[in-house]
Protein backbone atom coordinates (compact mmCIF):
# COMPACT_ATOMS: atom_id res chain seq x y z
CA UNK A 1 0.00 0.00 0.00
CA UNK A 2 1.87 3.05 -1.32
CA UNK A 3 -0.14 5.07 -0.27
CA UNK A 4 -0.47 4.51 3.67
CA UNK A 5 2.97 3.16 3.76
CA UNK A 6 3.80 5.63 6.59
CA UNK A 7 1.03 4.31 8.25
CA UNK A 8 1.62 0.91 7.93
CA UNK A 9 5.28 1.41 8.91
CA UNK A 10 3.82 2.97 12.56
CA UNK A 11 3.47 -0.95 13.51
CA UNK A 12 6.51 -1.79 12.73
CA UNK A 13 7.53 1.54 14.59
CA UNK A 14 5.98 0.49 17.65
CA UNK A 15 7.25 -3.17 17.62
CA UNK A 16 11.00 -1.66 17.50
CA UNK A 17 10.73 0.69 20.48
CA UNK A 18 9.53 -2.00 22.80
CA UNK A 19 6.04 -1.90 22.27
CA UNK A 20 4.63 -5.95 22.28
CA UNK A 21 0.92 -5.02 23.45
CA UNK A 22 -2.10 -3.17 21.54
CA UNK A 23 -5.77 -3.01 22.13
CA UNK A 24 -7.68 -1.81 19.32
CA UNK A 25 -11.58 -1.33 19.20
CA UNK A 26 -13.51 -1.63 15.40
CA UNK A 27 -13.92 1.31 12.95
CA UNK A 28 -13.37 1.78 9.59
CA UNK A 29 -11.65 4.94 9.61
CA UNK A 30 -8.87 2.98 11.90
CA UNK A 31 -8.45 0.31 9.71
CA UNK A 32 -5.25 1.26 8.24
CA UNK A 33 -4.46 1.33 11.13
CA UNK A 34 -5.67 -1.88 12.72
CA UNK A 35 -4.41 -3.96 10.14
CA UNK A 36 -1.05 -2.54 10.45
CA UNK A 37 -1.14 -4.03 14.05
CA UNK A 38 -2.94 -6.92 13.58
CA UNK A 39 -0.69 -8.58 10.31
CA UNK A 40 2.65 -7.26 12.07
CA UNK A 41 4.24 -10.54 13.40
CA UNK A 42 5.56 -9.44 16.79
CA UNK A 43 2.80 -7.18 18.18
CA UNK A 44 -0.26 -8.78 20.08
CA UNK A 45 -3.45 -7.47 19.70
CA UNK A 46 -6.70 -7.59 21.93
CA UNK A 47 -10.13 -6.28 20.64
CA UNK A 48 -12.50 -4.39 22.63
CA UNK A 49 -15.92 -3.47 21.14
CA UNK A 50 -16.61 -0.57 23.94
CA UNK A 51 -13.78 2.21 23.95
CA UNK A 52 -14.14 3.32 26.85
CA UNK A 53 -13.56 -0.20 28.78
CA UNK A 54 -10.54 -0.74 26.07
CA UNK A 55 -8.97 2.68 27.30
CA UNK A 56 -8.74 1.00 30.73
CA UNK A 57 -7.96 -2.55 29.85
CA UNK A 58 -4.77 -0.71 28.36
CA UNK A 59 -4.37 0.79 31.36
CA UNK A 60 -4.36 -2.70 33.64
CA UNK A 61 -2.15 -3.62 31.05
CA UNK A 62 0.42 -1.35 31.33
CA UNK A 63 -0.50 -0.99 35.32
CA UNK A 64 1.33 -4.59 35.24
CA UNK A 65 4.06 -4.29 32.27
CA UNK A 66 4.96 -0.95 33.20
CA UNK A 67 5.70 -0.46 29.70
CA UNK A 68 3.58 1.27 27.25
CA UNK A 69 0.34 -0.33 25.75
CA UNK A 70 -1.38 1.31 22.60
CA UNK A 71 -4.68 1.98 21.86
CA UNK A 72 -6.63 2.29 18.81
CA UNK A 73 -9.96 3.97 17.73
CA UNK A 74 -12.31 5.32 15.09
CA UNK A 75 -12.98 9.21 14.77
CA UNK A 76 -15.60 10.98 16.52
CA UNK A 77 -17.23 9.96 19.57
CA UNK A 78 -14.92 7.04 20.27
CA UNK A 79 -12.13 9.04 20.78
CA UNK A 80 -14.20 10.60 24.02
CA UNK A 81 -15.01 7.90 24.98
CA UNK A 82 -11.06 6.85 25.82
CA UNK A 83 -11.11 9.91 28.06
CA UNK A 84 -11.98 8.32 31.85
CA UNK A 85 -9.05 6.26 31.27
CA UNK A 86 -6.71 8.87 29.61
CA UNK A 87 -7.29 10.76 32.95
CA UNK A 88 -7.04 8.00 35.26
CA UNK A 89 -3.73 6.88 33.44
CA UNK A 90 -2.49 10.61 33.74
CA UNK A 91 -2.83 10.94 37.38
CA UNK A 92 -1.53 7.54 37.94
CA UNK A 93 1.28 7.63 35.90
CA UNK A 94 0.92 5.22 33.40
CA UNK A 95 2.16 5.13 29.97
CA UNK A 96 -0.69 5.00 27.08
CA UNK A 97 0.10 5.91 23.51
CA UNK A 98 -3.26 7.20 21.90
CA UNK A 99 -3.84 6.45 18.12
CA UNK A 100 -7.13 8.13 17.00
CA UNK A 101 -7.83 7.75 13.43
CA UNK A 102 -9.84 10.89 12.16
CA UNK A 103 -10.85 12.62 8.75
CA UNK A 104 -8.82 15.14 7.33
CA UNK A 105 -9.54 18.81 8.67
CA UNK A 106 -11.00 20.11 6.05
CA UNK A 107 -14.05 18.40 6.55
CA UNK A 108 -14.65 19.74 10.27
CA UNK A 109 -18.07 21.18 10.31
CA UNK A 110 -18.76 20.13 6.98
CA UNK A 111 -22.07 17.76 8.19
CA UNK A 112 -19.80 14.71 7.60
CA UNK A 113 -20.19 11.65 10.03
CA UNK A 114 -18.08 11.23 12.87
CA UNK A 115 -16.39 14.24 12.48
CA UNK A 116 -15.34 15.86 15.62
CA UNK A 117 -12.34 18.61 16.50
CA UNK A 118 -9.64 15.92 18.05
CA UNK A 119 -6.70 17.58 17.70
CA UNK A 120 -5.88 18.03 21.80
CA UNK A 121 -8.45 16.82 22.68
CA UNK A 122 -7.43 15.53 25.69
CA UNK A 123 -6.14 18.71 26.68
CA UNK A 124 -3.88 19.11 29.84
CA UNK A 125 -4.46 15.14 31.08
CA UNK A 126 -1.95 14.15 28.34
CA UNK A 127 1.69 14.82 28.40
CA UNK A 128 1.76 15.81 25.20
CA UNK A 129 -0.45 15.85 21.46
CA UNK A 130 0.69 15.15 17.88
CA UNK A 131 -1.31 15.88 14.81
CA UNK A 132 -0.09 14.04 12.05
CA UNK A 133 0.01 14.85 8.41
CA UNK A 134 -3.18 13.61 5.60
CA UNK A 135 -1.12 13.56 3.23
CA UNK A 136 2.44 11.98 3.23
CA UNK A 137 3.54 12.47 -0.32
CA UNK A 138 6.27 14.98 -0.09
CA UNK A 139 9.52 13.21 2.36
CA UNK A 140 9.28 15.89 5.30
CA UNK A 141 5.77 14.60 6.11
CA UNK A 142 7.55 10.98 6.49
CA UNK A 143 9.88 12.05 8.39
CA UNK A 144 7.86 14.04 10.51
CA UNK A 145 5.79 10.97 11.20
CA UNK A 146 8.72 9.14 11.97
CA UNK A 147 10.34 11.53 14.19
CA UNK A 148 6.91 11.86 16.28
CA UNK A 149 5.94 8.58 16.51
CA UNK A 150 9.93 8.14 17.95
CA UNK A 151 8.91 11.31 20.64
CA UNK A 152 5.63 9.99 21.58
CA UNK A 153 6.87 6.71 22.92
CA UNK A 154 9.84 8.23 24.24
CA UNK A 155 7.49 11.21 26.10
CA UNK A 156 5.17 7.89 27.36
CA UNK A 157 8.21 6.28 29.10
CA UNK A 158 10.12 9.60 30.64
CA UNK A 159 9.41 10.24 34.15
CA UNK A 160 6.58 10.80 34.98
CA UNK A 161 5.47 8.39 32.76
CA UNK A 162 1.86 8.54 31.03
CA UNK A 163 -0.71 8.73 28.12
CA UNK A 164 0.52 10.53 24.82
CA UNK A 165 -1.88 11.41 22.13
CA UNK A 166 -1.37 10.97 18.28
CA UNK A 167 -4.30 11.91 16.05
CA UNK A 168 -4.07 10.11 12.52
CA UNK A 169 -6.36 11.91 9.99
CA UNK A 170 -6.83 9.22 6.99
CA UNK A 171 -8.47 9.56 3.78
CA UNK A 172 -9.35 6.96 1.40
CA UNK A 173 -9.23 3.96 0.42
CA UNK A 174 -8.61 2.28 3.90
CA UNK A 175 -8.26 -1.25 2.70
CA UNK A 176 -5.85 -3.06 0.64
CA UNK A 177 -7.32 -4.94 -2.25
CA UNK A 178 -6.60 -8.46 -2.69
CA UNK A 179 -3.23 -8.54 -4.51
CA UNK A 180 -1.56 -5.94 -2.39
CA UNK A 181 0.39 -7.16 0.93
CA UNK A 182 1.19 -5.40 3.88
CA UNK A 183 5.27 -4.65 3.85
CA UNK A 184 6.60 -2.98 7.04
CA UNK A 185 9.88 -0.98 5.83
CA UNK A 186 13.23 -0.19 7.78
CA UNK A 187 12.14 2.47 9.91
CA UNK A 188 14.39 4.94 12.03
CA UNK A 189 14.97 4.79 15.49
CA UNK A 190 15.45 7.79 18.15
CA UNK A 191 15.87 6.76 21.38
CA UNK A 192 15.80 9.24 24.55
CA UNK A 193 18.17 8.56 27.09
CA UNK A 194 16.33 9.35 30.72
CA UNK A 195 18.54 11.83 33.15
CA UNK A 196 19.61 11.22 35.89
CA UNK A 197 19.36 13.99 38.33
CA UNK A 198 22.28 13.55 41.25
CA UNK A 199 22.57 15.97 44.03
CA UNK A 200 25.55 18.56 44.23
CA UNK A 201 26.92 17.00 47.38
CA UNK A 202 26.31 20.63 49.43
CA UNK A 203 22.95 19.65 49.41
CA UNK A 204 23.55 16.01 49.85
CA UNK A 205 25.39 17.08 53.18
CA UNK A 206 22.47 19.74 54.19
CA UNK A 207 20.05 17.02 53.55
CA UNK A 208 21.75 14.63 56.18
CA UNK A 209 22.82 17.15 58.55
CA UNK A 210 18.67 17.94 58.60
CA UNK A 211 17.71 14.34 58.97
CA UNK A 212 20.21 14.83 62.03
CA UNK A 213 18.55 17.96 63.36
CA UNK A 214 15.12 16.33 63.69
CA UNK A 215 14.58 13.73 65.99
CA UNK A 216 10.87 12.50 65.27
CA UNK A 217 11.51 11.35 61.75
CA UNK A 218 8.15 9.90 59.69
CA UNK A 219 7.86 8.40 56.46
CA UNK A 220 4.79 8.26 54.38
CA UNK A 221 4.10 5.99 51.57
CA UNK A 222 1.85 6.68 48.98
CA UNK A 223 0.20 4.80 45.97
CA UNK A 224 3.40 2.87 45.19
CA UNK A 225 3.52 -0.54 42.66
CA UNK A 226 5.01 -3.59 44.67
CA UNK A 227 8.30 -3.55 44.97
CA UNK A 228 10.23 -6.14 47.64
CA UNK A 229 13.42 -4.34 47.25
CA UNK A 230 11.74 -0.63 48.80
CA UNK A 231 9.72 -2.60 51.70
CA UNK A 232 13.30 -4.09 52.70
CA UNK A 233 14.63 -0.29 52.49
CA UNK A 234 11.50 1.28 54.50
CA UNK A 235 11.72 -1.62 57.09
CA UNK A 236 15.97 -1.35 57.31
CA UNK A 237 14.81 2.83 58.04
CA UNK A 238 12.41 1.96 60.47
CA UNK A 239 14.66 -1.27 62.44
CA UNK A 240 17.48 0.69 62.27
CA UNK A 241 16.58 4.67 62.61
CA UNK A 242 13.40 4.29 64.87
CA UNK A 243 11.48 6.14 61.73
CA UNK A 244 7.37 4.82 61.55
CA UNK A 245 6.77 3.84 58.11
CA UNK A 246 3.35 5.00 57.37
CA UNK A 247 1.59 3.45 54.54
CA UNK A 248 -1.94 2.06 53.21
CA UNK A 249 -3.36 -0.59 51.29
CA UNK A 250 -2.57 0.87 47.90
CA UNK A 251 1.39 1.71 48.95
CA UNK A 252 2.13 -2.35 48.98
CA UNK A 253 3.36 -1.69 52.56
CA UNK A 254 1.56 -4.64 53.56
CA UNK A 255 1.00 -5.87 57.61
CA UNK A 256 4.21 -7.07 58.73
CA UNK A 257 4.10 -5.88 62.35
CA UNK A 258 6.64 -3.33 62.16
CA UNK A 259 4.83 -0.80 59.45
CA UNK A 260 1.93 1.29 60.74
CA UNK A 261 -0.94 0.09 58.69
CA UNK A 262 -4.05 0.71 60.58
CA UNK A 263 -3.38 5.29 60.81
CA UNK A 264 -7.03 5.63 59.16
CA UNK A 265 -8.40 4.18 62.40
CA UNK A 266 -6.62 5.98 65.36
CA UNK A 267 -5.76 9.19 63.47
CA UNK A 268 -10.03 9.85 63.35
CA UNK A 269 -10.65 12.80 65.72
CA UNK A 270 -7.43 13.00 67.67
CA UNK A 271 -7.25 15.59 70.36
CA UNK A 272 -4.35 18.19 70.46
CA UNK A 273 -1.86 16.65 73.16
CA UNK A 274 -2.60 13.27 71.25
CA UNK A 275 -1.99 15.08 67.67
CA UNK A 276 1.17 17.06 69.30
CA UNK A 277 2.48 13.68 70.27
CA UNK A 278 2.42 12.11 66.92
CA UNK A 279 3.63 15.32 64.93
CA UNK A 280 6.50 14.85 62.91
CA UNK A 281 9.54 17.45 63.11
CA UNK A 282 10.50 15.81 59.94
CA UNK A 283 8.36 14.15 57.17
CA UNK A 284 9.18 12.34 53.90
CA UNK A 285 6.55 11.13 51.74
CA UNK A 286 6.62 9.46 48.82
CA UNK A 287 4.89 7.90 46.26
CA UNK A 288 1.17 9.11 44.57
CA UNK A 289 -1.81 10.15 46.19
CA UNK A 290 -2.95 8.75 49.40
CA UNK A 291 -6.14 6.98 50.31
CA UNK A 292 -7.42 8.28 53.58
CA UNK A 293 -9.02 11.43 54.76
CA UNK A 294 -7.98 10.94 57.75
CA UNK A 295 -4.29 10.77 57.23
CA UNK A 296 -4.24 13.81 55.28
CA UNK A 297 -6.31 15.89 57.86
CA UNK A 298 -3.47 14.71 60.17
CA UNK A 299 -0.75 16.43 58.49
CA UNK A 300 -2.38 19.10 57.72
CA UNK A 301 -3.91 19.97 61.00
CA UNK A 302 -0.24 19.48 62.46
CA UNK A 303 1.84 19.76 60.05
CA UNK A 304 5.55 18.67 60.20
CA UNK A 305 8.00 21.31 60.75
CA UNK A 306 10.53 19.78 57.96
CA UNK A 307 8.67 18.10 54.72
CA UNK A 308 11.04 16.05 52.13
CA UNK A 309 8.71 15.08 48.91
CA UNK A 310 10.97 12.47 46.81
CA UNK A 311 9.86 12.39 43.46
CA UNK A 312 11.92 11.42 39.72
CA UNK A 313 10.65 14.87 38.42
CA UNK A 314 9.96 18.42 39.57
CA UNK A 315 8.01 19.19 37.03
CA UNK A 316 4.93 20.01 39.72
CA UNK A 317 4.86 20.64 43.36
CA UNK A 318 2.76 17.86 45.50
CA UNK A 319 2.23 19.68 48.23
CA UNK A 320 -1.33 17.89 49.49
CA UNK A 321 0.20 18.38 53.14
CA UNK A 322 0.67 21.87 52.80
CA UNK A 323 3.97 21.91 54.91
CA UNK A 324 6.30 20.62 51.81
CA UNK A 325 9.92 22.73 52.20
CA UNK A 326 12.32 20.72 49.78
CA UNK A 327 11.37 18.91 46.55
CA UNK A 328 13.91 15.89 45.83
CA UNK A 329 14.01 15.16 42.41
CA UNK A 330 15.42 11.47 42.29
CA UNK A 331 13.61 7.78 42.31
CA UNK A 332 12.64 7.17 45.91
CA UNK A 333 14.54 3.64 46.44
CA UNK A 334 17.95 4.54 45.41
CA UNK A 335 17.73 7.65 47.53
CA UNK A 336 16.54 6.45 50.46
CA UNK A 337 19.73 3.36 49.81
CA UNK A 338 22.33 5.82 49.40
CA UNK A 339 20.20 7.85 52.42
CA UNK A 340 20.90 5.28 54.66
CA UNK A 341 24.30 4.13 53.87
CA UNK A 342 25.58 7.49 53.97
CA UNK A 343 23.86 8.04 57.51
CA UNK A 344 25.67 5.30 58.51
CA UNK A 345 28.56 5.52 57.81
CA UNK A 346 28.88 9.54 58.93
CA UNK A 347 27.66 7.96 62.69
CA UNK A 348 30.67 5.59 62.19
CA UNK A 349 33.31 8.34 61.67
CA UNK A 350 31.06 10.38 64.72
CA UNK A 351 31.49 7.27 66.72
CA UNK A 352 27.81 6.92 67.22
CA UNK A 353 26.79 3.75 66.36
CA UNK A 354 23.94 2.97 68.66
CA UNK A 355 20.65 2.99 67.02
CA UNK A 356 18.43 6.06 67.22
CA UNK A 357 15.82 6.82 69.80
CA UNK A 358 13.20 4.22 69.09
CA UNK A 359 10.70 6.42 71.40
CA UNK A 360 8.36 8.32 68.11
CA UNK A 361 8.14 4.67 66.61
CA UNK A 362 6.60 3.19 69.48
CA UNK A 363 3.95 5.88 69.77
CA UNK A 364 2.53 5.18 66.36
CA UNK A 365 2.82 1.46 66.64
CA UNK A 366 1.34 1.64 70.67
CA UNK A 367 -1.71 3.28 68.41
CA UNK A 368 -1.67 1.15 65.76
CA UNK A 369 -1.54 -2.07 67.78
CA UNK A 370 -4.58 -0.49 69.18
CA UNK A 371 -6.40 0.58 65.98
CA UNK A 372 -6.04 -2.99 64.98
CA UNK A 373 -7.60 -4.76 68.03
CA UNK A 374 -10.12 -2.34 67.28
CA UNK A 375 -11.32 -3.70 63.85
CA UNK A 376 -10.96 -6.81 64.40
CA UNK A 377 -12.93 -6.76 67.04
CA UNK A 378 -15.85 -5.02 65.03
CA UNK A 379 -15.50 -7.79 62.61
CA UNK A 380 -15.79 -10.77 65.53
CA UNK A 381 -18.67 -8.57 67.22
CA UNK A 382 -20.93 -9.07 64.11
CA UNK A 383 -21.94 -12.38 65.43
CA UNK A 384 -20.63 -14.20 62.03
CA UNK A 385 -23.06 -12.13 60.07
CA UNK A 386 -22.25 -12.03 56.07
CA UNK A 387 -21.40 -8.63 55.51
CA UNK A 388 -19.17 -6.76 53.06
CA UNK A 389 -16.61 -6.48 55.92
CA UNK A 390 -16.25 -9.52 57.31
CA UNK A 391 -16.42 -10.78 53.25
CA UNK A 392 -13.73 -8.90 52.43
CA UNK A 393 -12.05 -9.76 55.69
CA UNK A 394 -12.34 -13.07 54.56
CA UNK A 395 -11.25 -12.65 51.11
CA UNK A 396 -8.28 -11.70 52.21
CA UNK A 397 -7.04 -14.16 54.35
CA UNK A 398 -7.52 -16.62 51.75
CA UNK A 399 -5.84 -15.14 48.69
CA UNK A 400 -3.35 -17.14 47.08
CA UNK A 401 0.57 -16.17 47.64
CA UNK A 402 2.58 -13.94 45.38
CA UNK A 403 -1.31 -13.04 43.43
CA UNK A 404 -2.12 -9.87 42.03
CA UNK A 405 -5.34 -8.14 44.08
CA UNK A 406 -7.06 -5.40 42.12
CA UNK A 407 -9.35 -2.76 44.42
CA UNK A 408 -12.34 -1.11 43.01
CA UNK A 409 -13.10 2.14 44.02
CA UNK A 410 -15.67 3.44 46.57
CA UNK A 411 -15.85 1.07 49.36
CA UNK A 412 -13.54 -2.20 48.46
CA UNK A 413 -11.16 -0.38 48.59
CA UNK A 414 -11.48 1.07 52.32
CA UNK A 415 -12.39 -2.02 53.24
CA UNK A 416 -9.52 -3.66 52.18
CA UNK A 417 -7.57 -1.23 53.75
CA UNK A 418 -8.86 -1.07 56.95
CA UNK A 419 -8.04 -4.94 56.79
CA UNK A 420 -4.56 -4.92 55.10
CA UNK A 421 -2.65 -8.08 53.53
CA UNK A 422 0.19 -10.13 55.12
CA UNK A 423 3.76 -8.94 53.61
CA UNK A 424 4.27 -12.70 53.60
CA UNK A 425 1.77 -13.86 51.28
CA UNK A 426 3.82 -11.17 48.17
CA UNK A 427 0.74 -9.77 47.28
CA UNK A 428 0.64 -7.24 44.31
CA UNK A 429 -2.04 -4.35 45.04
CA UNK A 430 -3.47 -1.95 42.43
CA UNK A 431 -5.99 0.35 42.21
CA UNK A 432 -7.03 2.89 39.78
CA UNK A 433 -6.07 5.96 42.92
CA UNK A 434 -5.02 8.38 40.38
CA UNK A 435 -8.71 9.25 39.67
CA UNK A 436 -10.79 7.26 42.16
CA UNK A 437 -14.18 6.51 39.85
CA UNK A 438 -15.85 3.45 39.79
CA UNK A 439 -15.69 3.77 35.90
CA UNK A 440 -13.03 1.07 34.73
CA UNK A 441 -12.72 -1.02 37.62
CA UNK A 442 -13.95 -4.45 36.21
CA UNK A 443 -11.70 -3.33 32.85
CA UNK A 444 -8.70 -3.09 34.55
CA UNK A 445 -8.21 -6.16 36.20
CA UNK A 446 -9.16 -7.59 33.15
CA UNK A 447 -6.16 -5.29 31.55
CA UNK A 448 -4.30 -7.10 34.63
CA UNK A 449 -5.18 -10.69 34.13
CA UNK A 450 -4.09 -10.58 30.41
CA UNK A 451 -0.84 -9.64 31.34
CA UNK A 452 0.10 -12.56 33.48
CA UNK A 453 -0.50 -16.48 34.60
CA UNK A 454 -0.77 -15.24 38.17
CA UNK A 455 -4.45 -14.87 39.84
CA UNK A 456 -5.83 -11.82 39.58
CA UNK A 457 -8.39 -10.77 42.03
CA UNK A 458 -10.41 -7.96 41.73
CA UNK A 459 -12.74 -6.72 45.05
CA UNK A 460 -15.60 -4.60 43.48
CA UNK A 461 -18.89 -3.57 44.65
CA UNK A 462 -22.31 -4.02 42.31
CA UNK A 463 -22.59 -0.50 41.29
CA UNK A 464 -18.88 -0.27 39.71
CA UNK A 465 -19.42 -4.05 38.27
CA UNK A 466 -22.66 -3.34 36.41
CA UNK A 467 -21.29 0.16 35.29
CA UNK A 468 -18.09 -1.42 33.53
CA UNK A 469 -19.57 -5.24 32.60
CA UNK A 470 -18.82 -4.41 29.06
CA UNK A 471 -15.58 -5.42 30.17
CA UNK A 472 -16.51 -9.00 29.93
CA UNK A 473 -18.00 -8.56 26.59
CA UNK A 474 -15.83 -8.48 23.93
CA UNK A 475 -13.52 -11.19 23.99
CA UNK A 476 -12.16 -14.22 26.25
CA UNK A 477 -12.37 -13.63 29.82
CA UNK A 478 -8.87 -14.36 31.08
CA UNK A 479 -9.11 -17.98 32.75
CA UNK A 480 -7.07 -16.59 35.51
CA UNK A 481 -9.51 -13.81 36.68
CA UNK A 482 -10.95 -14.04 39.81
CA UNK A 483 -14.20 -11.49 40.63
CA UNK A 484 -15.89 -10.75 44.26
CA UNK A 485 -18.60 -9.44 43.63
CA UNK A 486 -20.17 -7.39 46.67
CA UNK A 487 -23.70 -6.71 45.89
CA UNK A 488 -25.63 -5.32 48.75
CA UNK A 489 -27.98 -3.24 46.23
CA UNK A 490 -26.88 0.00 46.33
CA UNK A 491 -23.92 2.59 46.70
CA UNK A 492 -23.30 1.36 50.21
CA UNK A 493 -20.98 4.42 50.50
CA UNK A 494 -23.53 6.85 50.93
CA UNK A 495 -25.23 5.38 53.38
CA UNK A 496 -22.44 5.69 55.49
CA UNK A 497 -21.17 9.16 54.91
CA UNK A 498 -22.74 11.48 57.26
CA UNK A 499 -24.22 14.08 54.33
CA UNK A 500 -26.29 11.89 51.96
CA UNK A 501 -27.18 9.30 54.66
CA UNK A 502 -29.29 12.03 56.87
CA UNK A 503 -31.38 12.87 53.83
CA UNK A 504 -34.79 11.90 52.52
CA UNK A 505 -33.64 11.42 48.89
CA UNK A 506 -30.33 8.67 50.23
CA UNK A 507 -31.74 5.40 48.41
CA UNK A 508 -33.26 7.05 45.35
CA UNK A 509 -31.30 9.88 44.40
CA UNK A 510 -28.22 8.62 45.62
CA UNK A 511 -27.74 5.00 46.14
CA UNK A 512 -29.84 3.86 43.39
CA UNK A 513 -31.14 0.47 44.23
CA UNK A 514 -31.15 -2.14 41.05
CA UNK A 515 -32.05 -5.34 41.91
CA UNK A 516 -29.75 -6.72 39.67
CA UNK A 517 -27.79 -9.99 40.16
CA UNK A 518 -24.88 -10.54 38.22
CA UNK A 519 -25.90 -14.63 37.14
CA UNK A 520 -27.18 -13.42 33.48
CA UNK A 521 -23.86 -11.35 32.82
CA UNK A 522 -21.70 -14.54 34.16
CA UNK A 523 -23.59 -16.89 31.51
CA UNK A 524 -22.98 -14.40 28.92
CA UNK A 525 -19.44 -13.66 29.43
CA UNK A 526 -19.59 -17.76 29.82
CA UNK A 527 -17.26 -17.30 33.54
CA UNK A 528 -17.96 -19.70 36.34
CA UNK A 529 -20.63 -18.14 38.77
CA UNK A 530 -21.65 -18.70 42.28
CA UNK A 531 -23.57 -16.80 45.02
CA UNK A 532 -23.07 -17.35 48.49
CA UNK A 533 -25.55 -15.30 51.35
CA UNK A 534 -23.92 -16.66 54.80
CA UNK A 535 -20.05 -16.59 56.11
CA UNK A 536 -19.47 -20.06 56.70
CA UNK A 537 -20.52 -20.69 53.20
CA UNK A 538 -17.83 -18.14 52.14
CA UNK A 539 -15.14 -20.05 53.96
CA UNK A 540 -16.23 -23.13 52.31
CA UNK A 541 -15.90 -21.67 48.67
CA UNK A 542 -12.78 -19.68 48.84
CA UNK A 543 -10.27 -22.93 48.34
CA UNK A 544 -12.25 -23.75 45.03
CA UNK A 545 -12.71 -20.08 43.64
CA UNK A 546 -8.99 -19.52 44.31
CA UNK A 547 -7.92 -22.88 42.35
CA UNK A 548 -6.73 -22.86 38.81
CA UNK A 549 -8.91 -23.24 36.38
CA UNK A 550 -9.96 -23.08 32.64
CA UNK A 551 -12.15 -20.25 32.73
CA UNK A 552 -12.85 -17.24 34.91
CA UNK A 553 -14.94 -17.47 38.10
CA UNK A 554 -17.14 -14.92 39.64
CA UNK A 555 -18.36 -15.03 43.10
CA UNK A 556 -20.96 -12.98 44.06
CA UNK A 557 -21.58 -12.37 48.05
CA UNK A 558 -25.02 -11.11 48.49
CA UNK A 559 -25.07 -8.45 52.21
CA UNK A 560 -27.91 -6.68 53.53
CA UNK A 561 -27.43 -2.86 53.44
CA UNK A 562 -28.89 -1.95 56.62
CA UNK A 563 -26.54 -4.80 58.15
CA UNK A 564 -23.42 -3.27 56.52
CA UNK A 565 -24.39 0.16 57.88
CA UNK A 566 -25.25 -0.87 61.08
CA UNK A 567 -21.52 -2.55 61.68
CA UNK A 568 -19.65 0.41 60.23
CA UNK A 569 -21.34 2.84 62.74
CA UNK A 570 -20.31 0.75 65.32
CA UNK A 571 -17.02 0.67 64.28
CA UNK A 572 -17.35 4.73 63.68
CA UNK A 573 -18.57 4.19 67.91
CA UNK A 574 -15.69 2.78 68.57
CA UNK A 575 -12.88 4.80 67.27
CA UNK A 576 -14.30 7.63 69.31
CA UNK A 577 -13.50 5.64 72.72
CA UNK A 578 -10.05 4.44 71.44
CA UNK A 579 -9.10 7.64 71.22
CA UNK A 580 -9.44 8.09 75.01
CA UNK A 581 -8.04 4.81 75.61
CA UNK A 582 -4.73 5.15 73.59
CA UNK A 583 -1.64 5.42 76.05
CA UNK A 584 0.91 7.45 73.93
Same mark, same amino acid.
Given at each position: MPVLQPIVNIAELLS????TDVVVSPGSRSAPLTLAVARHPRLRVRVMADERSAGFVALGMAQQSRNPVAIICTSGSAVYNLAPAVV?????????????????????HQQDGQTIDQVNLFGSHVKRSYDL?????? %??????? #? &???? *?? @?? !????? $????????????? %??????? #? &???? *?? @?? !????? $???PTLPPEVWHELL???????????? @??QLPYDPDLLTCLQQISEEMGVPIVGEIVSNTARNGLFITHSDTFLSGLDDALGESLRPDLLITLGNSFLTRNLKTFFRRFPAHRHWHIQPTVDRINDSFQSLTTLIPAEPLPFLQKLVADLDFQR?????????????????????????????????GSDAQLTDWSAVQTVLDQLPAQSI?????????????????????????????????IDGCLSTAVGAALMTDRIVTLL?????????????????????????????DSGHIFRIIDGPSRQPELETYFETPHGYTARNTADDARISYQICTTLDELRSLLPDFFA???QAKLLEISTDKHTNQDQFLAYKSAIGELGLKLQL
Open positions: QKGIEAYFQRIPLLLLTADRPHEWLPADYSH %PDARWFI #E &RSLN *EA @VN !LCRLA $PSGPVHINVPLRE %PFYPTAD #E &RYQY *EK @VR !LIDSL $PAQNEWERNERILLA @VGFLQGDEDDASHEFLNQWQTADRQATRLVYQTIALHLANSMPVRYANLCGVDQSLQIQVSANRGVSGVGDVAFFYDRNALWSAPVPPNLRIVLLNNSSP
